[in-house]
């Protein structure tokens, strides 16, 4: 495994034993028929990522993560991920909850869940749940359900996609980052986003920077695209997220 999510896991394991449980109730937002809506509409269900920093980008980005939000969703997005992860992206539950309160679509929680305690801790409408880095996906699954999110399950192997469908989720995530060597390969979501069922939401995470791009995440079957780096950095947000949208 790479050194730096080695060391991210480390982490996520000492959070989930000092999560507080404090978790307020929100009404979840239905992002599965946002994602509908917005095809429907001949536009692109873009996912934009609120992603100060990671392990892979130069430097910090200082931003206002509400108001961030407010001109990604200005620009068409579709739904908001929010990092929730300190340490190596720049991220919190406060601004978590900042973003949901600014916006009124969809807001992923996007962090490194290993264990029940973590999905407690702070509200959204979509929880990431990673395959690779979870010993028991089901139960997590069932558990981020019962606490009122739509789990997103995130594969990057076909073993994985499989092992993600089993579990009854109903929102996919292919992401062509590599965790375990941080190299980004769009090749292989364009590879495995085709055997997601129909009845399934697939969405198309990472590596994705211009029209292009995401135009081939689209043709290769996703039903939605998750994009960070290149919407976060754009000297125009709204810009950016309107062109990834009208692709
Ligand atoms: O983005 C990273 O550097 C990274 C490093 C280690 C673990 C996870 C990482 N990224 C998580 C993600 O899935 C991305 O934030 C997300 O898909 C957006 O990717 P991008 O559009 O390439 O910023």
Redesign the pocket.
């Known amino acids: 495994m ?1 050194p ?2 080695r060391e ?1 896991l480390e982490d996520a394991e000492e959070r989930a034993e000092s999560a507080e449980r404090a978790f307020d109730t929100v009404d979840p937002r239905d992002f599965i028929g946002a994602v509908e809506e917005t095809k429907e509409a001949g536009r692109v269900p873009v996912v934009a ?1 609120v ?1 100060p920093t ?4 130069e430097g910090t980005v200082a931003l206002d993560p509400a108001e961030t939000a407010r001109e990604m969703v200005a620009g068409g997005a579709t739904a908001v ?1 929010v ?1 929730t992860e300190p340490r ?2 720049g991220g919190s539950a406060d601004a978590l909850r900042e973003v949901r309160e600014a916006v009124d679509v969809p807001v992923l929680r ?1 962090d490194f869940v290993v264990d029940e305690a973590q999905i407690r801790e702070v509200r959204a409408d979509l929880l990431l749940l990673i395959t690779a880095f979870v010993d028991d996906l089901g139960g997590l699954v069932d558990e981020a359900r019962s606490a009122g999110f739509e789990p997103l399950v ?1 594969t990057h192997t076909r073993d994985e996609l499989e092992t993600a469908l089993r579990t009854g989720a109903r929102v996919i995530g292919v ?1 062509s ?1 590599d ?1 375990r060597r ?1 190299e ?1 390969d769009l090749g292989r979501a364009e590879e495995l986003l085709p055997t997601v069922p129909d009845d399934r939401v697939g969405v198309a ?4 920077e211009k029209p292009e791009d995401v135009r081939r995440m689209i043709d290769a079957g996703a039903d939605a695209v ?5 919407i976060t950095r754009a000297d125009d947000v709204r810009e950016k997220t309107r062109e990834l949208v009208e692709a």
């Open positions: 790479h730096d999510v991210i990522e992603k990671s392990p892979t980008t991920s990092l190596r992206f996007k995130e992401n980052r965790l941080l980004v995470e990472s590596g994705m998750l994009v960070g780096t290149a």
